[in-house]
């Protein structure tokens, strides 16, 4: 695995005892149990990588879409154009949203491994996706801020997907996590099944900026970090906040978005 060779290798060299020793476990342990694709579960070269038969189930996103939203567009539009959603609406807090592939039937196994069951070997391949459809969204920021869950669901999961997620990149882009700056200070229900409206009431008032950290919020540029964009709604409660606390940009790049059929031109 790429994100645990290179640590291993530096600090014991490939031709210490431990090095060799490393490297024979390491061919032991794929005799043993195998890497294998987290979409088909055919044996692949490396954890975390995707066997052929997965890559036509995983649909990347890309241009031509939705200048803010990220939303894909059939064709090509033009340079800086929105989708309806975004045309009807006031510049919204957080000013360009990206995410790496289409959440659907086929792709959710590969976030629901993460966030459900704590696999964590496909983060490497993950970060180079985000980083790779973060484009735009990364230009100019200081730090990505992964979004917070609260503390009692913290505790019961144990780790926070965004925070995975958000290091990942970091690998990648060079970027620093500030996973410090933002607060859930509501538990709030799940937001499956809700509509957009209701997300939006959900997460209201569900974020905060700690008193401590306005300082560093103030005149800087941030990236959010999510595992799944579905309306935005929690991504712009997120920016609202760090808007209103004197943040100078917000966008977010998130793995996986929710994507509805939509003509730009309506
Ligand atoms: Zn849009």
Redesign the pocket.
């Given at each position: 695995m790429k994100s645990a060779s290179p640590g291993s290798w530096s600090r014991y060299g490939p031709n210490t005892l431990r090095g060799k020793a490393l490297a024979l476990w390491r061919v032991c342990a794929d005799i043993v149990w195998p890497p294998l694709c987290p979409v088909t579960g055919a044996p692949v070269s490396a954890p975390g990588e995707l066997s052929p038969g997965a890559w036509s189930d995983v649909r990347f996103l890309d241009a031509p879409w939705?200048a803010?939203?990220g939303?894909p567009f059939d064709y090509p539009i033009g340079k800086g154009a929105?989708?309806g959603?975004?045309a009807a609406q006031d510049t919204p807090p957080c000013r360009i949203s990206r995410a790496a592939f289409v959440y659907d039937e086929k792709s959710r196994r590969l976030v629901l491994m993460l966030k459900h069951a704590g696999r964590t070997d496909g983060l490497d391949v993950f970060g180079r996706w985000m980083m790779r459809a973060g484009g735009d969204a990364l230009e100019g920021a200081d730090a990505l801020i992964p979004i917070p869950l609260h503390a009692s669901r913290l505790r019961k999961r144990r780790f926070n997907q965004s925070f995975l997620l958000a290091r990942a990149l970091s690998l990648h882009c060079g970027l620093p996590v500030e996973p410090h700056l933002l607060a859930r200070s509501r538990s709030t229900p799940s937001q499956g099944g809700l509509s957009a409206k209701a997300r939006q009431r959900n997460v209201a008032g569900a974020f905060s900026v700690r008193a401590a950290m306005k300082p560093f919020v103030r005149g800087r540029r941030f990236v959010l970090v999510d595992d799944v964009h579905t309306t935005g709604a929690t991504l712009q409660a997120c920016a609202r906040v760090l808007k209103r606390a004197g943040a100078e940009d917000v966008t977010a790049i998130t793995l996986a978005r929710v994507v509805k059929p939509v003509d730009p031109l309506k």
């Open positions: 939705c803010s939203c939303m929105v989708c959603a975004c």
